[in-house]
């Protein structure tokens, strides 16, 4: 479904070549929830822009269902980590949800369906005629969310999209994403820095080195399909997983100081 | 209530002191407010309506106009397009320092004295502020914003409205404003030079036969239209930057 090969990208920030990822090669199945962890500034954000289709990379490809992604791919959606940036402030919340769906030449009827059904699923029923900025953080990242699964996305990027919320909503919101992953069924690709996140949300979880970013381990999480924050985040088997990944996210960022 | 008060009370205090401080001139040159406005109604409420003040007004609004329509459309194609702006732009800065009035003869040799000429002064001068501040809006959209409407391929007229204009518009505005007073200084000037009707004219004219409460009497009716068309401006800003608004108030409550 997506695959990522042996990717490179190189900046020439005033005549000083930085490399920001050296090589990265990994592959999501179809349906798969994958999470993409690293320590700061190892280039996850870069990664993530090069897999939407937003920055070419200097070598190296990303196949989005067996097409090489050459500008933003067809049937990918993304939400990024600035929700108040992504959002378009002039726009009530039904309108920024409803407005890719008029770009793509949607029918009426049909749109106004999908908004309501996407508001709904992330709670937000009530919220159709409000401005994106008279919500909170958390609810304005639910229509970022929504808006990305209004557009019904075979695959879904997120990059760090919980970084900015507090703990609270922060937890409302793993769990937001877990349903509406077995409910829609796209391919998600979700880039966070937080360990914890990255286990208790995946079904694997990719772990990047610091810059420049290789991949450093390829782990399967096999925990219950049904995840809840206490139940989970109890279990033995979180508590050896987290602390399989932290081992690895200190080993490469020992590697490279 | 109470800020309509502050806005109106020192007017109301400078019209009385005007009122009282006038009332007994005999200063030709200087007559009683009470005259002036007296005349008043006589003087722009008859013929001079359809003759003079609504002319002066419909070349306002056609060169105020023709200046939102290019100014945007010019300043969405120069601030979205990195070379053309590199290569434009010390241009424009030079045009802009140009002073309109001075155009006018040289518009009087180009497009004759009728109503074309007033229009062309009115736009040479209202056009800057709102190409400029356009260019320097279009410059500045975000760039999530802009990697949104690449990601969920916003293309086109949507793209067009929605990400560029409206993210531009609060500079839009400022412009729009700034430019509004300059057309009404322009609308009066053009009328002075070679014209036969408008308010400008008009008053030029009463000066001539020293007619002076009626040529103060168009002074006052060109300040009470400036005012006017700052309220109109002001309902319309509200409807087009509620959202701005909006936002900044909700961030002062944080």
Known sequence: ?257 | MRRVLLAVGLPIVLVALWWFASADSTNFYFPPLSKIITVFPATWFGPRLVDDVLPSLARLGIGYAAALVTGIGLGALIGANRWVRALVEPLLEFLRAVPPPVLVPILMLMAGIGDMMKVLVILSGCLWPILLNTVEGVRAVDEVLTDTCRSYRIRGRLRLWHLVLRSASPQIVAGARQALSIGIILMVISEMFAASSGIGFTVIQFKDGFRIPQMWSGVLLLGLLGVLLALLFRLAERRVLGWYHGIRAVQKER
């Open chain 1, 1 to 257: 479904m997506l695959t990522v090969r042996e990717l490179s990208k190189t900046y020439d920030a005033k005549g000083r070549r930085v490399e920001a990822i050296g090589d990265v090669s990994f592959t999501v199945a179809a349906g798969e929830f994958v999470c993409v962890v690293g320590p700061s500034g190892c280039g996850k954000t870069t990664l993530l822009r090069c897999i939407a289709g937003l920055l070419a990379p200097t070598s190296g490809e990303v196949y989005v269902e067996d097409k090489v992604v050459a500008g933003p791919p067809d049937g990918l959606a993304v939400v990024f980590q600035e929700y108040g940036r992504s959002l378009f402030p002039w726009l009530r919340v039904a309108d920024n949800v409803d407005l890719p769906l008029r770009a793509a030449g949607m029918a009426k009827a049909k749109r106004r369906e999908l908004v309501a059904e996407a508001l709904d699923a992330v709670g937000l029923a009530d919220a159709h005629s409000a401005y994106p900025w008279q919500l909170s953080g958390g609810m304005q990242q639910r229509v970022a969310i929504a808006r990305a699964i209004a557009y019904q996305p075979r695959v879904l990027l997120m990059d760090e999209p919980f970084a900015a919320v507090d703990a609270q909503t922060r937890a409302d919101l793993e769990d937001l994403i877990r349903s509406v992953w077995a409910r829609f069924g796209m391919t998600l690709l979700f880039v966070t820095h937080d360990i914890d996140e990255s286990v208790y949300l995946g079904q694997r979880v990719v772990m990047l080195s610091s810059s420049p970013t290789t991949v450093a381990e390829d782990l399967t999480i096999d925990l219950p399909p049904t995840r809840d924050q206490l139940g989970t985040r109890s279990d033995p088997r979180f508590t050896e997983l987290r602390g399989q990944v932290y081992a690895q996210i200190q080993k490469a960022k020992q590697e490279h100081t």
